[in-house]
């Protein structure tokens, strides 16, 4: 059974480009969230896609912006990268089955931006 | 507002001792309850989780937790720690609602394993 699964698993761009980040949930799932972990700090949420709509959103800028397909996987957009991206970004993906949607994470994909 | 605390950002014990783990929220309700760990270089793994039921909860790699709600606390323990626990481990707390899938994550605990 395949768990979450990220690409790239680093990535390295300059200030101003643009970066896409991918995300395969687990098999089973339809839910996938995405979360920006700076250096020695906790995960930050980003967004989180069901049924292909972004379903919430935390404190991030509009140059994040996401997408999901109809197979379940998901992209993760940053445009305009700052310096302050630089950060692992983890994708988690869930059941979205009653209330009880247990989140589990993939690798991650290290992003620097120089 | 919402958030959780991990009052501890660096916790060293040697191999062999007792751990424990401490992590207080702030939350509107009781919300549901998870313990993370993430080795070095490496994505986030479900050590245990507090739904509802019995407020002692069990997990894997021998770990476990207590949810004390007069306290907001959910703290993990581990009675014999091993030379492989050296990690990062993360407190989160999630709604009890269908509308909202976010977790709010501690800044997390480091703990190093003497020998």
């Known amino acids: 059974d395949a768990g979450v699964t990220q690409s790239p698993t680093h990535l390295i761009k300059t200030r101003g480009q643009q970066v896409t980040l991918r995300c395969s949930p687990k098999?089973?799932?339809?839910?996938v969230s995405w979360y920006q972990q700076a250096l020695g700090q906790g995960p930050q949420f980003i967004f989180q896609y069901y049924e292909e709509e972004e379903r919430q959103r935390g404190n991030f800028p509009d140059r994040f912006s996401g997408h999901q397909f109809p197979n379940y996987s998901s992209e993760l957009n940053v445009n305009a990268l700052l310096l302050g991206d630089s950060a692992l970004y983890l994708c988690?993906?869930?059941?979205?089955?009653?209330?009880?949607?247990?989140?589990?994470f993939g690798p991650g994909t290290r992003l620097l931006v120089l | 507002a919402q958030s959780v605390t991990q009052p501890d950002i660096h916790i060293t014990v040697s191999e062999g001792a007792s751990l424990e783990l401490r992590c207080n929220y702030s939350?509107?309700?009781?919300?549901?309850l998870f313990w993370y760990v993430q080795s070095p270089g490496q994505g986030l793994q479900l050590l245990l989780k507090y739904f509802s039921g019995d407020t002692l909860v069990q997990g894997i790699k021998g770990f476990e937790a207590e949810f004390k709600r007069s306290q907001s606390s959910f703290n993990l323990r581990k009675p014999s720690v091993h030379w492989s626990d050296a990690a990062e481990y993360f407190c989160?707390?999630?709604?009890?609602?269908?509308?909202?899938?976010?977790?709010?994550f501690g800044q997390g605990t480091t703990l190093q394993v003497k020998p």
């Open positions: 989160a707390v999630g709604a009890r609602s269908s509308n909202t899938g976010k977790l709010i």
């Open positions: 988690a993906s869930s059941l979205k089955a009653g209330l009880q949607e247990t989140q589990y």
């Open positions: 098999s089973g799932h339809d839910t």
């Open positions: 939350y509107g309700a009781t919300p549901y």
